[in-house]
């Protein structure tokens, strides 16, 4: 697959956020972001909106969420 294919963006229930081929399909836990571009626009949307990558759990946890 390569960079400039479509890519979708994944988020769990966790914030985490993952970059996928579009036609992947998302796995149990993960759901669409709202996002799909080539890889490297994704990125920069991942960049913009996940600045602290840490799970949302950890964040919470230590009162930085």
């Given at each position: 697959m390569t960079r400039t294919a479509p890519h979708r963006v994944l988020v769990n229930d966790e914030?985490?956020?993952?970059?996928?081929?579009?036609?992947?399909?998302?796995?149990?836990?993960?759901?669409?972001?709202?996002?799909?571009?080539?890889?490297?626009?994704?990125?920069?949307?991942?960049?913009?909106?996940w600045p602290d990558i840490r799970p949302r759990s950890v964040r919470e946890a230590t009162g930085r969420s």
């Open positions: 914030e985490q956020h993952a970059i996928v081929p579009a036609h992947f399909t998302a796995p149990d836990g993960w759901h669409e972001a709202g996002f799909e571009g080539d890889a490297e626009a994704c990125e920069r949307w991942v960049d913009a909106h």
